[in-house]
């Protein structure tokens, strides 16, 4: 188990975009080679400039530079993707390289934070899976997907619960989908149903079979039983009564500015007639 976390748990959200690029930005200034390149035999260039693998390695690569060779190798905890473009960068995170048959790597150079020098990492267990770790030159930047999404090891991305092989989507979400009844005649349902959450108007499930996902409604609106809809808060009696004032305060304001629009779109159309 990865220890307790160093930097401050961050979340993606409205900043995800930013993180990811300041990471990418740092991964390629931060990234160096583990070892000092060795010129390889005379002749191993097909061409001027290109990269191919070392047999049997899955981070060590031959590159070559107007008809020179080198061989090169990954970071740790990277793999060579003899797909990548000349011009890109050749190293790229397990989950974007298949090896096969190229499965020999160097030793892992762990960190107190980290596994290998460079990589993603699920924090928690089961029934805690929206945490996870980014590890940047042996550095663990811990991270925290969208509200009711879990991390997947095996895509690398923030996933539905049910879609995580090691997240218990029930115990993740605190909630279980009721049993529907079978029909003899039709067999089990089919499709998918919603319920409405016991603590928060503003928020819902869905489910899929028998495995839940949570939904949210957005600003100044709930989730209402009656149409299986997000409608305004005011109209959902089990919202606190600061959401549904301050709803009925914007649905008035709504009401107020398309007035004045229609007001200034009928001027508009009068002054052109003359």
Request: glycine residues 6%.
């Amino acid at each position: 188990m990865i220890s307790p976390t160093v930097a401050q748990f961050g979340s993606f959200g409205t900043n995800a975009g930013a993180y990811n690029r300041n990471q990418n930005q740092q991964v390629q200034q931060n990234r160096q080679f583990q070892e000092a390149p060795r010129v390889a035999s005379p002749g191993a260039c097909r061409e001027l400039n290109e990269r191919y693998p070392v047999p049997g390695s899955c981070d060590k690569y031959v590159e070559c530079i107007n008809g020179t060779a080198e061989e090169k190798l990954c970071p740790d905890g990277l793999r060579f993707n003899p797909n990548v473009n000349f011009n890109g960068y050749p190293c790229q995170y397990p989950n974007e390289v298949a090896c096969l048959e190229r499965s020999a790597l160097q030793p892992a150079q762990p960190t107190e934070q980290c596994e290998h020098q460079f990589g993603y990492y699920k924090l928690g267990d089961s029934r805690n899976c929206s945490y996870f770790r980014n590890c940047v030159n042996g550095v663990g930047y811990d991270l925290k997907c969208p509200e009711g999404l879990a991390w997947s090891s095996a895509s690398y991305r923030c996933e539905w619960p049910d879609e995580v092989e090691d997240c218990d989507a029930e115990a993740f979400l605190g909630f279980r989908c009721p049993a529907v009844p079978e029909s003899k005649e039709l067999g089990p349902p089919a499709g998918f149903r919603f319920y409405r959450a016991d603590n928060d108007c503003q928020k819902y499930f869905l489910c899929i079979g028998t495995k839940p996902r949570v939904l949210f409604c957005g600003k100044n609106t709930a989730y209402d039983e009656l149409t299986g809809t997000c409608v305004s808060a005011e109209e959902v009696a089990s919202c606190p009564s600061e959401l549904r004032a301050e709803a009925a305060r914007a649905r008035e304001e709504a009401k107020q500015l398309l007035d004045k629009e229609l007001e200034f779109s009928a001027k508009s159309t009068d002054k052109r007639r003359y």
